[in-house]
């Protein structure tokens, strides 16, 4: 692996924990199975939904998949709070921090868009085809040569009016610390005269959730099936001009400003108090370069 790819100094031993209540063996084994039949009815589902598309038009899809989305989470025992207001039709850069796999689904629930993933992501099995069919760039990250290209198809994307998603930290960390927004996707958005759209993600637990190091996708779904009231909530910050800015490193920092401040403000809450909302109904809220 090179050098240059961003790493995080968080590990599932020392990260990946959850010290809070456990579900039962039989709920575990029932999330499991209702998690990955969600998935699969997706996989089977999304060619019809495309379909329709072409017909009814992109708002048709988003709603779709954001309900299919929010079904996934909810499906692995994962309960969500969604706040503030997306940016209206048009193109966007969704960038946000990076903690789970399900920092995913959970941003489609509430932005649906074309993702941006690293490329073994397409070789896992069921997400991979199905990320492959949702339009997901995905990206080498050990062929540094490789990004240029990739950063042009998303610039292409967004001036078509598309919305892209993206995990500028490059890996995921545990939520108990951030890792430096990398500019390269930035680039993107300044090409196609994008607005940006900063999201923080956390959840509470943090450590059910945090899918890091050398953690496996299989010992992450069953710690988050077995987690007892885990809660995730998604933030949407005001949107960030990137016309603004005379560079793709100044944008980056602002977003990653605009991401850890929220973070940072961010009161203590019981995962009592979150509930599922949409984005239409909740509240208005304050990669390598």
Known sequence: ?????????????????????????????????????????????GPVV????????????????RSWARAVVRAFGVRIRIVGRPQGPGATLVVANHISWLDIPLIAAALPGRMLAKS????????????????????ERDRLRALPGT?????????????????????????????RFRPAVFQAALDAGAAVQPVAISYLPTGAAAFVGEDSLTASLWRVAAAGGLAAEIRLLPVIPASSFPDRRSLARAAQRAVARDSANL??????????????AASSARTPS
């Open 1 to 45: 692996m090179s050098v240059w790819l961003p790493s995080a100094p968080c590990t599932p031993r020392g990260c990946a924990t959850h010290p809070g209540p456990a579900a039962g063996s039989l709920q575990v084994a029932a999330r499991l199975l209702a998690g990955t039949l969600t998935v699969l009815a997706g996989l089977l589902l």
């Open 50 to 65: 495309a379909l329709a598309a072409t017909v009814l038009g992109r708002r048709f899809r988003h709603l779709m998949t």
């Open 120 to 139: 073994e992501v397409r070789r896992w099995p069921v997400l991979g085809p199905l990320a492959a069919r949702g339009g997901t760039f995905f990206v």
């Open 151 to 179: 950063v042009r198809e998303m610039a292409a994307a967004m001036s078509g009016g598309a919305r892209v998603i993206a995990f500028p930290e490059g890996s995921t960390w545990c939520g108990r610390a951030q890792g």
């Open 267 to 280: 009161p203590s809450v019981s995962v009592h108090q979150f509930v599922s909302s949409s984005p239409e």
